[in-house]
């Protein structure tokens, strides 16, 4: 069965300093992987997507990620944050052969420091 | 232009209440889903429809039912609600599954709250 591990529930950090999100899953089949944003009381807005090609990905709101098949990693990474990152950030995956079904990590609160 | 769009976006009712929230996507999207979203922000998908078709039903309770009058809404009826069923549901829209194409959108939420 396919999972998702979102190895941080919580990462503080200071404004404009680096942060990776972590992202591990598990599935026996290739999977195609997503983070999505989640500000206060909004809907989730879509960050960033592997499909297939590239591993490594960008993002809106400069955020990249690199897939890492070998240790079925997705982490997510920004160079310098902005208070404006505060967030939730999931991790997702998904199987071509699930009808488009998407299995979400337990999130990570970002939150941002001056 | 909302392309997923909800309604309401807060539900407030009581125990056994039936009620329903409507969902409806304006990309021209063939599959929509409803996903609901715990008090601990977990989210986990409930139903998938693909062209007005039922083709993802995990495992919820039979009092929800989803009904999709065309490709472009994807409506939840819930009966007799119970304190359980708070949570935030969201609907989302993508391409059909296998196309390599299946991004989903997400719509804001509807905020349910049974008391």
């Known amino acids: 069965a396919q999972s998702v591990t979102q190895l941080d529930s919580q990462v503080p950090v200071f404004e404009e300093a680096p942060v990776e999100l972590r992202c591990n899953y598990s599935s026996s089949v290739s999977v195609y992987l997503f983070w999505y944003v989640q500000y206060p009381n909004q809907g989730l807005q879509l960050l960033l997507k592997?499909?297939?090609?590239?591993?490594l990905v960008k993002g809106i709101n400069g955020f990249e990620a690199e897939f890492n098949k070998s240790q079925t990693s997705f982490h997510l990474r920004k160079p310098s944050v902005h208070i404006s990152d505060t967030a939730e950030y999931f991790c997702a995956v998904s199987k071509n052969n699930q009808g488009g079904k998407l299995i979400f990590g337990q999130g990570t609160e970002l939150s941002v420091k001056p | 232009d909302t392309a997923v769009s909800q309604t309401p976006k807060y539900l407030v009712t009581q125990m056994g209440n039936d009620k329903s929230i409507k969902c409806e996507q304006n990309l021209g999207h063939d599959t929509m889903y409803w996903y609901k979203q715990d008090s601990k922000k977990f989210l986990k998908i409930m139903f998938s429809?693909?062209?007005?078709?039922?083709?993802i039903n995990e495992t919820v309770p039979n009092r929800f039912s989803p009904k999709s009058p065309d490709k472009a809404h994807l409506n939840l009826h819930i009966n007799s609600l119970e304190l359980g069923d708070s949570a935030v549901y969201f609907c989302?829209?993508?391409?059909?599954?296998?196309?390599?194409?299946?991004?989903?959108?997400f719509g804001p939420g509807t905020r349910l709250l049974v008391l």
């Open positions: 592997y499909l297939s090609g590239s591993t």
């Open positions: 429809y693909n062209n007005k078709e039922l083709i």
């Open positions: 989302a829209s993508s391409q059909p599954p296998g196309l390599g194409l299946e991004t989903q959108y």
